[in-house]
Every structure is written in structure tokens, then in C-alpha cells.
């Protein structure tokens, strides 16, 4: 559309990019041919950058398409002059005059022409502009016009107008310079503007900084930014217009309701802003939020798909249609009765996060899914069913067959994860297969959903006494027998235990198992802690060199079961 290429000119003009401001004009132009406001607009953008040819054809045939519109001689009278054109520039400014008397930039552009052309026919051949850079003047118009304010902050610029001044013979070296120009057109009241031939005819603004040497002068109002000239419109696009403002209106009440709770006149507010306009889904959005809030789930989803299927046609930010998806994928949730309700819902917020990664989007989903987990296991609890896996699972393991008795044991506990029996039965099957660290783990299991359960201890004494954790089974063990005194396995798992424990303080160990039994201790982080404990390094000193000291620690029970920790793992020996 020719309004979105003018308005995206209009940004770019804005921006001082005006290159990509004559491409956006230029689409425009293609789009509307008889648009006399784009040509005006193009032909500010070819000025300001110096292209006064080109900026010349565009305000001719600006003139041409609407004759009696005094914007138009404007452009044509700063193209002349940019051109040095003077006598056709005064020609233009009075035609523009002549249709609007008043027009302050005309008359100003005028006054420039008049002037120019005035010094043009009056100045010397030989040194044409060697009065123009005499004296603290120089400094002082520079520094009080704004197009050329900000070019004295820039030494390179400030030393060539110095040696301008010393020697105006040197300007010719400098008129390749767009700056040296500008100033020049200054000195001598031509106003080559910092936009020239922009939309208001208006100098840009610039930071006041001091030059060097200039005369004190009171600082200037920065003038206004100059814009292109507003597009016409037409009828069709003022009620365009009108209907969106009036939409805006329809969508702010709605708001204000929305925070009163006052839901039903909300609703209301935002169903007429569509009516309005349907360009923008942000009163789906909207809309869908209060039915949220008021329990009416369908209707949020319906809005919610309206807006991305409206919202993918507009192109409309990605942010919107991430929300429109959000917000399904919350009245989803609330509407899902079982967990494979919760897939479409998980579904939907994993669309909103492809669309714009928005952490409460990301923290609905996670909700999601742990729910969904947790329907899934009330849902396939069936106690009857794990009785009969966890009998598959023993008549396996009666037939050594580990691998299939685990396989039952594990569907046992799907079924009922609450029973420690097939936990503890699965931990034979383990330890069985070496798989000690998976052994251990079921074990702890078993003991945590029922601690007097005496299998429990046993099946976790077993794992750790094959890991060669003898101390940490004579505990296990000796836990064990608090709940079951006569258990014969506990008993057995105690002497065993022991008399390992006595063989390393014998110094019964081979090499090789002394060597293996002290690897696997450092790894331990309670024997870490004991020995990088400065009290406990003391203690083992005090037994090496110091008797009487030693005998003093043997009466410490704490001290003494550390003491027996690291004998037991091999790190010392008592002789």
C-alpha cells in the first residue's frame, strides 16, 4: 500500500536515513502516480542529500499534479537555489507567495534567494567571498546558525575554515567538503540548511558547543525537527482513521472495566473495538482475557484461534500471537479432565514459546507437564495388576532369570509405587545382576515407605557390603536388627561385616585389596571430611609420635568411632 511505503519514508526521512527514505517515496510513488505529496516529500529527500536535480524534477512535478498547493513552489525555490538558480528560485517563492501570502517559510526562502542573487552580481571577481571569512564574525554567525553549530566541534573542520580565513585563496582546496559549503552558504545569508528542502524548510537542531574563539553570544531556541509533509487522505481513509481512534477509545474503556472486574461491560467494549477495527487482534487478546475470568473457557479458545489466524494475515507482532497462544494453552488446563486433556494445552504453550520465549509461558508449561505426569501415574495405579506383576516377577527370580523378574518388579511399580516389597525384591534382582548402585537405590526406597520393613536393611546391607562399604553395612545391619532383633539375615550381615572390619585391623589385607579398599575410600566424603579436619590430623599425629596424648584421645567416643572409620577403609592400621 502507498501509505505504508509513504510512512515508512516519512520514519526513515526522520532518521536522517534518506537514501532509504527515496526508496520507501519511491514505492509509494509506483503505488499512487498522481500523489503530488510523495513527490514533495521525495524531492526534500534528494535535497538533503545535495541531489538538487533530482530534487528539482520532483517539486516540478509536484507543481504540475496540484498547481495551487504553495508547499510545492517551496520544494521547487530550494531546488533552484540549491542549484544557484536564483532568478528561477525568486520566480518559484513569489508563484508560492501568490497563493499563500502568509506562508513564513516562503518568504524566508525568498528573502535567501533575493539575497543571493543580490551578492552573486555584486561581488568581486578576483576574491568573491574573501570578506565572508574576515574577522570574529566568521565564529560568531557559524556558532548562531544551527546547520553549522555542530561542524565546530570537529577540529579537522575548524582548522580549514582557520586557514580559509588566513588565506581565502585556499577555499577552492575545500569545496569538496559538504561542511565548508554549508558554512559558506551561511556566511553569505545563502541558507544551505542542514536538510535542505525538508518538509517545514526548518534547520535541524544541533548541540551547542563553544568554538574556538568565537565572541560570547547569547545561546538560540533549537528550531523544530522538520518532517515530510503529511499524506492527504481520503474520505475512505479518514473513516478508516476515524473508526480505529474510536476503536482505541472502545478498547481503553474496556481496560478500565477489566480492572473494576466489571467483566460483562468489558466484553462489551472490546466486542464493539472489533466491530470497529479488525486489524488489530489485541481486542481478541483482550477479550479472550475476561472470558478467561469468567470461566467461559470456549469462548476464550475461539478468541484466542481468531487472533492468530487474524494475527498470522496482518503479520502482526510475534509477541501478540505468542500471548493469544498462552492463554489458550491456559483455558486448556482448566477445562482438562485427565492427562491426555493436558497434550493440547502442552502443545499450545510449546507454539507460544516458538513464537517469543516468555517465562510465564514457559513456567505454564512446566506446570503443565508435571501435572500431566502425575494424572498419568493416578491413572495407571492399579493394585491388583502390581500384585500380579511383582508374582511374575518372583516365579522369574526363582529361575534366576533377573533381567525378565526386574522387568515385572519395574511394571509392579507403576502400578503401585507404594509398596516396599517389590522395591526390595527389585533390589535383589540388582545386586544380583551387579548393578549395585541401582540395588542400593531401591533399597533406600523400600526403607523410607516402610522403616521397620527388616528386607529393606538386609537388601541395602547386601548392596553395600559388595561395594566393599563395610562400615556403612555394619550400620545398615545393626539399624536393621532396632526393628527385627532377631532377624537371622541382619545377624549374619553383622558378622560378616566384622570380620572384614577385624582383617583390616589385622593387617590380614593383601596389597592389592589394601591398595583398592583405600581408592574407594577417598572417594568417600565422609572420609574426606575426617581427614581434612584439623582436629582429627592432630589426633593421628598424637598416635604416631605422641603416647600420652593418644591415650587421652581414646577416651573421646567421638573421636574414636572417626578413628575406626579410617581403619576400616584402610587409611591406618592400629598395631
Known amino acids: 500500500m502507498a501509505e505504508e511505503a509513504k510512512a515508512k519514508g516519512n520514519a526513515a ?42 530534487a528539482l524534477t520532483d517539486a516540478k512535478k509536484t507543481v504540475e499534479l496540484k498547481p495551487d498547493w504553495s508547499k510545492g513552489y517551496s520544494r521547487l525555490g530550494a531546488a533552484h537555489l540549491g542549484l544557484h538558480q536564483y532568478q528561477d528560485a525568486i520566480s518559484a517563492y513569489k508563484k508560492g507567495l501568490e497563493i499563500d501570502p502568509s506562508n ?8 535567501d534567494a533575493q539575497a543571493a542573487s543580490s551578492r552573486a552580481r555584486s561581488v568581486p571577481t ?18 548562531a546558525d544551527p546547520s553549522t553549530r555542530a561542524f565546530l566541534q570537529q577540529p579537522d573542520f575548524v582548522r580549514a575554515m582557520q586557514e580559509i580565513q588566513k588565506n581565502p585563496s585556499k577555499l577552492n582546496e575545500h569545496l569538496k567538503d559538504q561542511r565548508v559549503m554549508q558554512a559558506l552558504g551561511v556566511l553569505l545569508n545563502v541558507k544551505f540548511k542542514a536538510h535542505p528542502g525538508s518538509s517545514e524548510d526548518t534547520d535541524l537542531p544541533e548541540a551547542e558547543t563553544p568554538p574556538p574563539q568565537p565572541p560570547k553570544e547569547e545561546s538560540r531556541r533549537p528550531e523544530p525537527e522538520p518532517e515530510p509533509e503529511a499524506m492527504e487522505l481520503t474520505e475512505e481513509e479518514k473513516d478508516k482513521k476515524e473508526r480505529k481512534e474510536k476503536a482505541q ?40 482475557a475476561v472470558y478467561l475470568e469468567m470461566g467461559k473457557y470456549e469462548e476464550c479458545i475461539k478468541d ?24 489458550k494453552g491456559t483455558a486448556l488446563v482448566k477445562i482438562a479432565k485427565c492427562s ?30 508435571k501435572v500431566k505426569k502425575e494424572l498419568e501415574q493416578q491413572e495407571y495405579f492399579d493394585p491388583k495388576i502390581a500384585d500380579e506383576e511383582r508374582e511374575k516377577g518372583n516365579e522369574y527370580f526363582k529361575q534366576q532369570k533377573y533381567p525378565e523378574a526386574v522387568k515385572h518388579y519395574s511394571e509392579a511399580i507403576r502400578r503401585n509405587p507404594k509398596d516396599p516389597r517389590v522395591y526390595s525384591n527389585r533390589a535383589a534382582c540388582y545386586t544380583k545382576l551387579g548393578a549395585l548402585p541401582e540395588g542400593l537405590k531401591d533399597a533406600e526406597k523400600c526403607i523410607e515407605l516402610d522403616p521397620t520393613f527388616s528386607k529393606g536393611y538386609t537388601r541395602k546391607g547386601a548392596a553395600q557390603f559388595f561395594m566393599k562399604e563395610y562400615d556403612k553395612a555394619l550400620e545398615t545391619y545393626q539399624e536393621g536388627l532396632k526393628h527385627d532383633p532377631n532377624n537371622q539375615e541382619l545377624l549374619d550381615g553383622v558378622r560378616r561385616c566384622v570380620g572384614q572390619i577385624n582383617k583390616a585391623n ?45 591415650q587421652e584421645h581414646t577416651r573421646n567416643p567421638m573421636v574414636m568411632s ?8 584402610g587409611i591406618v592400621q592400629m598395631k
Open 13 to 54: 526521512f526522520s532518521s536522517g536515513d534518506f537514501q532509504v527514505a527515496i526508496r520507501h517515496f519511491t514505492e509509494a510513488i509506483n503505488l499512487a502516480p498522481t500523489n503530488h505529496v510523495l513527490y514533495s516529500n521525495r524531492s526534500a529527500a534528494y535535497a538533503s542529500l545535495n541531489q538538487f536535480e533530482s
Open 104 to 111: 513564513e517559510a516562503l518568504k524566508s526562502g525568498l528573502a
Open 126 to 143: 578576483s576574491n568573491p567571498f574573501g570578506d565572508a571569512f574576515q574577522g570574529p564574525e566568521m565564529w560568531a554567525k557559524l556558532t
Open 249 to 288: 477509545k472502545e478498547k481503553d474503556a474496556g481496560n478500565a472495566a477489566y480492572k473494576k472486574k466489571d467483566f460483562e461491560t468489558a466484553v462489551a467494549h472490546y466486542t464493539k473495538a472489533l466491530e470497529l477495527d479488525d486489524e488489530d487482534i489485541s481486542y481478541l487478546t483482550n477479550r479472550a
Open 304 to 327: 484466542c484461534d481468531k487472533a492468530v489466524e487474524r494475527g498470522r494475515e496482518l503479520r502482526s507482532d510475534f509477541k501478540m500471537i505468542a500471548r493469544a497462544l498462552t492463554r
Open 340 to 369: 491426555k486433556d493436558f497434550e493440547l494445552a502442552i502443545e499450545t504453550f510449546q507454539k507460544a514459546l516458538t513464537e517469543h520465549r516468555n517465562p510465564d509461558t514457559l513456567k505454564k508449561l512446566n506446570e503443565a507437564e
Open 506 to 550: 589385622r593387617g590380614d589385607l593383601t596389597p592389592e585389596e589394601l591398595k583398592e579398599r583405600q581408592a574407594k575410600a577417598m572417594q568417600d566424603p565422609e572420609i574426606q571430611n575426617i581427614l581434612s579436619d584439623p582436629v582429627m590430623r592432630q589426633v593421628l599425629i598424637d598416635f604416631q609420635e605422641n603416647p600420652k596424648a593418644a
Open 562 to 569: 572417626k578413628i575406626q572409620k579410617l581403619v576400616t577403609a
